[in-house]
Protein backbone atom coordinates (compact mmCIF):
# COMPACT_ATOMS: atom_id res chain seq x y z
CA UNK A 1 0.00 0.00 0.00
CA UNK A 2 1.52 3.07 -1.41
CA UNK A 3 1.32 6.02 0.77
CA UNK A 4 1.92 9.69 0.68
CA UNK A 5 3.40 12.31 3.20
CA UNK A 6 3.75 15.93 2.30
CA UNK A 7 6.48 18.68 4.00
CA UNK A 8 7.58 21.62 3.16
CA UNK A 9 4.40 24.13 3.94
CA UNK A 10 4.92 26.88 5.99
CA UNK A 11 3.92 30.57 6.27
CA UNK A 12 5.67 32.97 3.52
CA UNK A 13 5.11 36.71 2.42
CA UNK A 14 3.35 37.37 -0.67
CA UNK A 15 6.46 37.23 -3.51
CA UNK A 16 8.53 34.79 -1.45
CA UNK A 17 9.16 31.32 -2.83
CA UNK A 18 8.44 27.78 -1.11
CA UNK A 19 9.24 24.25 -2.47
CA UNK A 20 6.85 21.54 -1.15
CA UNK A 21 8.25 17.37 -1.27
CA UNK A 22 5.91 14.32 -1.41
CA UNK A 23 7.94 11.37 -0.29
CA UNK A 24 5.91 7.23 -1.10
CA UNK A 25 6.33 4.86 1.03
CA UNK A 26 5.34 1.17 0.78
CA UNK A 27 5.73 1.28 -2.33
CA UNK A 28 7.79 2.40 -5.76
CA UNK A 29 5.91 5.21 -7.13
CA UNK A 30 8.13 5.54 -10.33
CA UNK A 31 5.28 3.78 -12.88
CA UNK A 32 2.96 6.54 -11.56
CA UNK A 33 1.65 9.68 -12.57
CA UNK A 34 2.12 12.29 -9.81
CA UNK A 35 -0.41 15.31 -8.98
CA UNK A 36 -0.60 18.32 -6.51
CA UNK A 37 -4.09 19.85 -5.94
CA UNK A 38 -4.85 22.14 -3.25
CA UNK A 39 -7.95 23.45 -1.05
CA UNK A 40 -8.18 27.06 0.29
CA UNK A 41 -10.43 27.36 3.16
CA UNK A 42 -14.21 27.04 2.16
CA UNK A 43 -13.24 26.02 -1.19
CA UNK A 44 -13.28 23.13 -3.38
CA UNK A 45 -10.29 20.91 -3.37
CA UNK A 46 -8.60 22.18 -7.25
CA UNK A 47 -5.77 20.89 -9.25
CA UNK A 48 -2.53 22.12 -9.61
CA UNK A 49 -0.09 20.16 -11.36
CA UNK A 50 0.71 17.09 -12.42
CA UNK A 51 3.38 14.59 -13.97
CA UNK A 52 3.54 11.99 -15.92
CA UNK A 53 4.98 8.90 -14.47
CA UNK A 54 7.73 9.12 -16.99
CA UNK A 55 8.21 12.99 -16.57
CA UNK A 56 7.57 13.65 -20.45
CA UNK A 57 3.91 15.01 -19.49
CA UNK A 58 3.23 18.21 -17.56
CA UNK A 59 -0.14 19.80 -16.62
CA UNK A 60 -0.75 23.40 -14.29
CA UNK A 61 -3.44 25.10 -13.90
CA UNK A 62 -3.69 28.40 -15.46
CA UNK A 63 -3.40 30.11 -12.17
CA UNK A 64 -0.06 28.87 -11.28
CA UNK A 65 1.22 28.72 -14.39
CA UNK A 66 4.71 30.40 -15.29
CA UNK A 67 5.06 30.59 -11.09
CA UNK A 68 5.18 26.75 -9.95
CA UNK A 69 6.77 23.99 -11.27
CA UNK A 70 6.49 20.25 -10.79
CA UNK A 71 9.20 17.81 -10.98
CA UNK A 72 10.39 13.98 -9.57
CA UNK A 73 13.17 12.04 -8.25
CA UNK A 74 12.00 8.49 -9.44
CA UNK A 75 14.89 6.90 -7.95
CA UNK A 76 14.02 8.38 -4.46
CA UNK A 77 10.15 8.23 -4.58
CA UNK A 78 9.67 11.89 -4.54
CA UNK A 79 7.91 14.88 -6.12
CA UNK A 80 8.69 17.97 -5.35
CA UNK A 81 6.21 21.32 -6.00
CA UNK A 82 9.05 24.17 -6.47
CA UNK A 83 6.48 27.53 -5.88
CA UNK A 84 7.71 30.75 -6.98
CA UNK A 85 5.72 34.50 -6.59
CA UNK A 86 3.64 33.45 -3.73
CA UNK A 87 0.32 35.50 -4.06
CA UNK A 88 -2.32 35.54 -0.59
CA UNK A 89 -4.38 33.42 -3.23
CA UNK A 90 -2.28 30.85 -3.39
CA UNK A 91 -3.11 30.26 0.38
CA UNK A 92 -4.36 26.35 1.12
CA UNK A 93 -3.85 23.08 2.05
CA UNK A 94 -1.69 21.30 -0.59
CA UNK A 95 -2.40 17.63 -1.27
CA UNK A 96 0.26 15.13 -3.15
CA UNK A 97 -1.58 12.31 -5.11
CA UNK A 98 -0.89 9.26 -7.57
CA UNK A 99 -2.22 8.00 -10.19
CA UNK A 100 -1.05 4.17 -11.36
CA UNK A 101 -3.60 4.17 -14.33
CA UNK A 102 -2.18 7.03 -16.18
CA UNK A 103 0.13 6.53 -19.29
CA UNK A 104 3.92 7.29 -20.27
CA UNK A 105 2.63 10.85 -21.33
CA UNK A 106 -0.16 11.26 -18.95
CA UNK A 107 -0.97 13.62 -16.24
CA UNK A 108 -4.69 13.39 -15.59
CA UNK A 109 -5.91 17.22 -13.81
CA UNK A 110 -9.02 15.01 -12.29
CA UNK A 111 -8.63 14.00 -9.31
CA UNK A 112 -11.07 11.13 -10.06
CA UNK A 113 -7.86 9.85 -11.83
CA UNK A 114 -6.00 9.80 -8.54
CA UNK A 115 -6.78 6.51 -5.74
CA UNK A 116 -3.56 7.72 -3.37
CA UNK A 117 -3.30 10.98 -1.36
CA UNK A 118 -1.74 12.42 1.41
CA UNK A 119 -2.72 14.09 4.08
CA UNK A 120 -1.69 17.64 2.73
CA UNK A 121 0.37 20.91 4.09
CA UNK A 122 -0.56 23.96 5.30
CA UNK A 123 1.03 27.10 2.83
CA UNK A 124 0.03 30.84 4.27
CA UNK A 125 1.19 33.74 1.85
CA UNK A 126 -0.12 37.01 3.64
CA UNK A 127 0.05 40.07 2.31
Known amino acids: QVQLVESGGGLVQAGGSLKLSCTAS????????MAWFRQAPGKEREFVSA????????NYADSVKDRFIISRDRSKNIAYLQMYTLKPEDTAVYYC????????????????????WGHGTQVSVSS
Open 97 to 116: AASDSATRYSAPQSADDYKT
Open 26 to 33: GGVVSMYA
Open 51 to 58: MSWSGEGT
